[in-house]
């Protein structure tokens, strides 16, 4: 079965960095899609970067420049570096994985695992 677990969440200062970990297991597909989605209080979930299994990856304008993606197969590790964290950061942050290659950010519902999230907390 597949497991997805998160870590690394916290509270920091606006303009710091966080480092979410995704430790999974499980996989047996070659060609997949992993991602980060997040949810705020009262707001619909939202993707924030994709880390697709042709290496290609895909982000949010609102992170662009600002998180990175990255996959390290050998510790079965996804994860997500985030720098120069805002306030708007502030949401609860969930690792997605599907044995679908193609997806995209908006197409969250399409994911077919998820793990139990990490929370991310950003003030000025």
């Known amino acids: 079965a597949v497991q997805l677990v998160e870590s690394g969440g916290g509270s920091v200062q606006a303009g710091e960095s966080l480092r979410l970990t995704c430790e999974y297991s499980?996989?047996?597909?070659?060609?997949?899609?992993m991602g980060w989605f997040r949810q705020a209080p009262g707001k619909e979930r939202e993707g924030v970067a994709i880390?697709?299994?042709?290496?290609?990856?895909k982000y949010a304008d609102v992170v662009k420049g600002r998180f990175t993606i990255s996959l390290d197969m050998e510790k079965n590790t996804l994860y997500l570096q985030m720098t120069s964290l805002k306030d708007d950061d502030t949401a609860m942050y969930y690792c997605?994985?599907?044995?679908?290659?193609?997806?995209?950010?908006?197409?969250?519902?399409?994911?077919?695992?998820w793990g139990h999230g990490t929370q991310v907390t950003v003030s000025s």
């Open positions: 997605a994985y599907d044995p679908k290659w193609w997806l995209r950010l908006h197409q969250g519902p399409e994911f077919g695992y």
């Open positions: 499980g996989l047996v597909y070659k060609s997949f899609s």
């Open positions: 880390f697709a299994s042709d290496g290609s990856s």
